[in-house]
């Protein structure tokens, strides 16, 4: 090949890959490293999470039969390198933007996509489902589930793990993707060694013949024999609990040698085929390797903006407000110092979240549960069954996954336990797997709990005071990025309860705005009163209890009621006005303006809310409707 000459540019689909020698598969994720720290660098991405899953992924996809073996990927957040080896090289520079390719995996994008994924724990019951598919379908196909990064602290996949030992799929392969555990060098290499051996065809066919042997002599020596093979094991490597579970421990392996890694998938798919499933190969890698500032600190290079690629600076970003994440951090620590009954609890989100920041103030006082969410609210209700108030902050999309857990363990007990739901609304680049869109419909119907939205950052310290002095559960929405840039009150003070603020009085219509989109709706109502149209403008701040006193008094007075949200329409905020004004036996013209009901993929949430009515210029269109409407019926 001449200098400019890349392997990658024969490669369109996984077929093209397999079609190389084997020794130039080590170039080719390389060449993936190197275009994935570019491509990243301009656009911004998850960064250390890919780099180190690149020789896997590689690996995999060549031994493989892809796509009618089945790949699935935990989170997908490690999947840059199988997006380009599957005929998406040339969609990165437009990753995350709408009508670009995603950062997680999507069954819509690509055949080779094959489960879509944006939370984790979910690979591997995924992919027995598959494998259980294939074989209730007699096909000769396998699944492959590659799970890592934290994702194996998740319940969900130990519970996949004890039912593929209970079925003895023999189908199925789990790589762990372990960036996380130290071994030290000596007894890695051992073990990489000895698993490696143990799992050729060779050694496979002297294990049988002894079996074979030991089943001829008196007494019960294939028993003791099989002591004898689980000792070794635990001497030498830590797979004893995968066994357990029954699945064919195979590791740790040396994840960023591809001549290991080559012939370790090979050997698997030997015992596959010899009926030796399911079978569980442990890789050690690391986060962010080849690229020497990620590796160095792969928590800073997670997920970044644009970088220069050859110093690793990052792009500065304009200063601006305060994010509300940081808001959130620094108001709980002022409320922490007063309160040492406060504790902070995230699901490996600490840096999401800002906790860290909590952390280093309380550390002591600061959990992180990891990819369990379902455990952070359970834990935290047993915290606050003894009298602590433990504040979990959890991102909306994922706070979804502990939803049993919000209903039984809090809200029936009622608990005093604060959830604070980062990223509620529209995401941007991450996309539908992270919108938080339903958690007003999920949380107002529950007993006993508080819901609340600040119109800005300043009225979300005041909402933290509020919910951690609430005696019950509490649960705040507040949205990714940075505030509007108000001042911020030097006193934090509770809220009364379940009282909206009145921003404007008017006669001709009224905006019950819930959240952020607060100040959208006041640049309707003044757009309105340029034209003539006098607009009543509430800043319900509670969805639960609800202001409904006021709410109806202002609706019958107008009668036209336009409500905002940054949240699906069906049993959301809108809705809960409704219900108000019907209680009320009130009639008034009445437009809910809200999310679709349909998944909202990536692309600029300022955008998409103007798509669907949710900017200045469609709130202040609904309400000259319906003052029209009202006009005209009289």
């Known amino acids: 090949m001449s200098g400019n000459d890349k392997l990658l540019d024969k490669i369109q689909t996984p077929e093209d890959l397999r079609a190389l020698p084997r020794e130039q598969v080590a170039e080719v994720a390389s060449e993936l490293r190197d275009e994935i720290v570019l491509n990243v660098s301009r656009t911004g991405g998850h960064l250390a999470s890919s780099l180190g899953a690149v020789e896997l992924l590689t690996a995999i996809h060549y031994v493989f039969n892809t796509p009618g073996d089945r790949l699935v990927l935990d989170v997908g957040h490690q999947g840059y390198a199988h997006k380009m080896l599957t005929g998406r090289r040339g969609g990165f520079a437009k990753i995350g933007k709408e009508d670009g390719i995603g950062k997680f995996l999507r069954r819509s994008e690509s055949e080779f996509d094959h489960f879509g994924a944006g ?120 797979g004893l609990l995968f066994e357990a579970l029954g699945f064919k421990y195979v590791g740790p392996i040396q994840g960023h040698r591809m001549d290991i890694v080559l012939e370790t998938f090979e050997n698997v798919k030997a015992m596959l085929a010899a009926g030796d499933g399911p079978i569980l190969v442990h890789a050690l890698t690391a986060k962010g390797y080849g690229y020497e500032p990620a590796q160095n600190d792969p928590y800073k290079y997670h997920g970044v903006g644009a970088f220069d690629v050859k110093s690793g600076e990052f792009v500065p970003s304009k200063p601006g407000p305060p994010k509300y994440q940081k808001v959130f951090a620094q108001t709980l620590i002022r409320l922490a110092r007063e309160d040492e009954r406060i504790v902070g609890i995230t699901a490996a989100m600490a840096d999401g979240t800002s906790l860290d920041l909590f952390k280093k103030e309380f550390p002591k006082r600061f959990y992180d549960v990891g990819i369990a969410e379902q455990h952070a609210i359970t834990f935290a209700a047993g915290l606050a069954s003894e009298g602590m ?20 363990d809090v809200c029936l007990q009622n608990l005093d336990v604060t959830l604070a739901m980062d990223r509620a609304g529209l995401v941007g680049g991450d996309g539908a797997t992270h919108q938080g869109m339903f ?28 919910a951690v002095e609430y005696d019950g559960p509490a649960a705040i929405r507040y949205p990714r990025g940075p505030g509007f840039g108000v001042p911020m009150d030097p006193e934090i003070k509770a809220l009364p309860i379940g009282e909206s603020e009145l921003l404007r009085d008017g006669t001709d219509a009224v905006i019950v705005a819930y959240g952020t989109l607060v100040h959208d709706a006041e640049e309707a109502a003044a757009e309105l009163a340029a034209d003539g149209i006098s607009v009543a403008l509430v800043n319900a701040r509670f969805v639960k209890p609800l202001d409904a006193k006021r709410i109806v008094e202002l609706a019958q007075r107008t009668g036209a009621v336009v409500t905002v949200e940054e949240h699906v329409g069906m049993g959301g905020f809108g809705s809960a006005v409704l219900e108000a004004l019907s209680a009320a036996g009130t009639e008034a013209h009445t437009r809910c303006l809200a999310l679709p009901d349909r998944p909202i993929e990536q692309g600029s949430p300022e955008a998409q809310r103007a798509e669907v009515g949710l900017s200045p210029e469609g709130i202040a269109a609904a309400v000259r409707e319906l003052v029209g409407r009202g006009r005209g019926a009289s």
């Open 439 to 466: 958690d007003i419909g999920y949380l107002r119907n529950l007993p006993n709990i508080l819901c609340m939205a600040p119109k800005d950052e300043n009225e979300l310290q005041h909402m933290l005071r509020t």
């Open 119 to 238: 939370h984790a724990g979910t690979s591997i019951s995924a992919a027995l489902g598959m494998a259980r598919a294939f074989e209730h379908q007699g096909k000769d196909q396998c699944a492959i589930a590659l799970i890592g990064d934290g994702g194996m602290t998740a319940g969900m996949a130990f519970e996949a793990l004890n039912h593929a030992g209970h079925l003895t799929q023999k189908n199925l392969v789990v790589v762990l993707n372990d960036n996380e555990m130290s071994i030290s060098p000596n007894v890695g290499a051992m073990s990489s060694y000895l698993s490696r051996k143990l799992s050729a065809p060779m050694v496979r066919r002297m294990k049988g013949w002894a079996k074979e042997f030991l089943t001829s002599l008196p007494g019960d020596m294939v028993h003791w024999a099989q002591k004898a093979e689980e000792s070794l094991k635990v001497f030498f490597s830590p």
């Open 389 to 408: 108030k433990p504040v979990a902050a959890i991102y909306s999309t994922f706070l979804q996954r502990a939803y049993d857990q919000v209903v039984h």
